[in-house]
């Protein structure tokens, strides 16, 4: 099965830079997704990792360990609508990607 | 298409009434998922398709619950006999591949379903 462990909620302040952290355990590991979801919406694709490192993208980065089991998405220079909810999805079995419950972030002025 | 869609948007049942909820992919997108998402929870899998196959059913919570893809494009999720504890956000999502950036998952709105 598939354990995942993420903040369930965070509070930042515009302009500023947060790290959301996610730990993983999981059957078999094929790469890690971030995806964002504001409230009512679908989730929409942030980030993908497959190795170890940093894969930056614009104001998003993410980074994955996976001797470690861990990973972390990273937002610069927060804005109001970054407000959402950060889904941590592991991929184990074949093509199986698992949720985690989320961590709604808050930016405030 | 320019994205998945899933029909309807809302939808209300009574307790014990049948319901199908309809996902059109992306056009040329292999694999497409059915996840449940209750309010302040992530996405629950509950099955996946490539092309037409039926590769993985594990997540569907009880026999109630029946998905097919007869083409390989469109999807019907139903469900029979409603619970109350089947209402929530139903989400599809499809991918173009099977392996590495290919698998990104893009999603559709979302049926949202309440049953009385």
């Known amino acids: 099965g598939q354990n995942i462990d993420q903040p369930t909620e965070m509070t930042a302040t515009e302009g500023a830079i947060v790290q959301i952290n996610c730990t993983y355990q999981t059957s078999g590991f094929n790469g890690l997704f971030w995806y964002q979801q504001h409230a009512g919406e679908a989730p929409t694709f942030l980030s993908y990792?497959?190795?170890?490192g940093l894969e930056e993208k614009g104001r998003f980065s993410s980074f994955l360990s996976r001797s470690k089991g861990y990973s972390y998405l990273l937002l610069k220079e927060l804005q109001m609508k970054d407000s959402a909810s950060y889904l941590c999805a592991p991929r184990g079995g074949y093509q199986k990607v698992t949720f985690g419950t989320g961590t709604k972030l808050q930016v405030i002025p | 298409g320019a994205g998945v869609s899933q029909s309807p948007r809302y939808k209300v049942a009574k307790r014990g009434q049948d319901v199908a909820l309809r996902c059109d992919p992306i056009?040329?997108?292999?694999?497409l998922f059915w996840y449940q998402q209750a309010l302040g929870q992530g996405p629950e899998f509950l099955t996946y398709f490539q092309n037409e196959a039926q590769l993985d059913k594990s997540g569907l919570p009880s026999d109630r619950f029946f998905a097919e893809r007869p083409e390989g494009s469109v999807s019907t999720l139903k469900i029979q006999r409603t619970q109350q504890e089947d209402s929530a956000v139903y989400l599809c999502?499809?991918?173009?591949?099977?392996?590495?950036?290919?698998?990104?998952?893009?999603f559709g709105p979302g049926t949202r379903l309440l049953v009385l």
């Open positions: 990792n497959v190795l170890d």
């Open positions: 999502a499809s991918s173009l591949g099977t392996s590495g950036s290919t698998e990104t998952q893009y």
């Open positions: 056009s040329g997108h292999v694999s």
